[in-house]
């Protein structure tokens, strides 16, 4: 292999290890970004679009894996836009299986594993998650440490427990300029440690906060 005319093989050999080196730290993932969660040497889902939002929500433990959290967006304003198809679409993803992009049939939601691909128009939003009492599946509100690890430990499905409630997330103001394209949900726990009902959204993967 000859090197460029003008340039000798020692620079040469230079400036292509360097654009090689360049190259490799580009693909490194980027703290905020989708890469937080898919390997940077993978591909994107099929059907991705680089310019909408990622809700993302890791995988949970035991029960509350398959309870269901709902999504609501939010206009500046306050009034709730989140079937508006003018300006807001849904699509979803197992992260077991990236490659394949799914669309809802009903109403826009995560499990434990999914993540929800926003389509938004420009503009400024309110996100927020909750979750319906009758969504729960029967959870178990733990109302000591010590009392709900002998609980579940046991199998006992019901105990001196808190009045079920509609679990609500903080609201999360998202702005379609931002360079922030992927958001984590995480569920709530007490002091001791035990899902107590609720939802983080966060840019960062609250599981490793």
Known sequence: MSSPKGVSKPSFLFLLFSFLITLSAAAQPVPGSYYDFIDATKKLPAGHDKTSLIIYRPDNVGVLNDIRCF????????????????????????????????NY???????????????????????????????????????????????????VAEYSQSQPFQ?????????TENPTKVIFVTPTRNDNGFYNGGWVIDYRDGRKS
């Open 105 to 155: 049939k009903h109403t826009y939601f995560l499990s434990g594993g999914m993540a929800m691909h926003l389509k938004l128009k420009k503009g400024r939003y309110k996100i927020s998650l909750y979750t319906p009492v009758d969504q729960q599946n029967n959870f178990v509100y733990p109302e000591s440490g010590e009392e709900a690890r002998t609980a579940l430990q046991s199998g």
């Open 167 to 175: 679990w609500e997330s903080n609201v999360f103001e998202y702005n």
């Open 71 to 102: 999504l609501r967006i939010e206009e500046e304003a306050g009034k709730d836009i989140t079937y508006d198809t003018s300006r807001i679409t849904a699509t979803y993803e197992w992260m077991s299986t990236p490659d394949i992009i799914r």
